[in-house]
């Protein structure tokens, strides 16, 4: 009797094991810097956001868990080469410089660098920041489009000063507390930053406009089968639907 007990239970255990592997290949960890609202953001202590859900929606067609890894956005590139993180997705703009070090995923979204300045500011349009002898201070995320286009346009050409901050939150501090004359960011996290910190405005014009998608280590076989997933995500709506969640058409 005890004998058969023991051989149903080491049945029963191997059966759950064997379910429990089929219910998951495994977990996708996503890179991310919790400090672009509102694709990525706190929530109490939970990090949600249009990246996290489109992320959460891929993991979940394709049978992952999925968990998000916090971090300065400059940290997100060598996190996804050496092995840290599955991907990452972080607003990040598809640009060339990156193509040599990662692949993306087909892009999901748009986002276009903007300018914030204090109420009453001085510069009141992008044209400002390239006049003769313009010399303003521009806050900036570090290694984001808004500070490589800076340094660019304007620092290398004697036009600037950049002062580079971790995070678009600090940079935005830094702007409040006067040690900066403007913020170049991407608009929605702009939106979001003027809504939560008084006498501070976005300008009508825009510097650049640019498409964001998930980043992999070259090569990773991962990034065919994100891509299925988030073509079909694409076409039946739900990525639409998520960024509607998070940024309500305006009528
Ligand atoms: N879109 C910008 C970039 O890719 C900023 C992204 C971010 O700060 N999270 O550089």
């Not at 991962?222 to 998520?242: H, Q, S, Y």
Request: with cysteine.
């Amino acid at each position: 009797m005890k004998k058969l007990i023991a051989l149903v239970l080491s049945l029963m255990l191997i059966v759950c094991s064997m379910a429990a592997l089929a219910e998951s290949k495994g977990t996708l960890v996503m890179a991310t810097n919790a400090s672009f609202p509102p694709y990525e953001y706190y929530e109490g202590t939970e990090i949600v956001g249009i990246d996290v859900e489109i992320a959460a929606a891929i993991a979940q067609k394709l049978g992952y868990d999925f968990e998000v890894a916090d971090m300065e956005f400059d940290a997100i590139i060598s996190a996804v080469n050496s092995g840290k993180a599955n991907f990452g997705m972080a607003g990040m703009t598809v640009t060339e410089e990156r193509l040599l070090s990662v692949d993306f995923s087909t892009s999901y979204a748009t986002g276009v660098q903007v300018v914030i300045v204090r109420e009453g500011s001085s510069i009141t349009s992008v044209g400002d920041l390239f006049a003769e002898g313009a010399m303003h201070t521009i806050g900036v995320q570090l290694t984001t489009t808004g500070d490589l286009y800076t340094t660019w346009d304007l620092e290398d050409n004697g036009l600037a000063v950049i002062n580079r901050y971790p995070n678009g939150n600090e940079a935005v501090l830094a702007l409040k507390a006067g040690k900066v004359d403007c913020v170049v960011i991407d608009n929605e996290p702009a939106k979001a930053y003027v809504a939560a910190n008084e006498g501070l405005v976005i300008l009508p014009t825009e510097y650049v406009t640019e498409n964001y998608a998930a980043c992999f280590a070259k090569g990773d076989p991962l990034l065919a089968e994100f891509n299925a997933a988030l073509e079909e995500l694409i076409a039946d709506g739900t990525v639409a639907a998520i960024i509607e969640k998070y940024i309500p058409v305006e009528e």
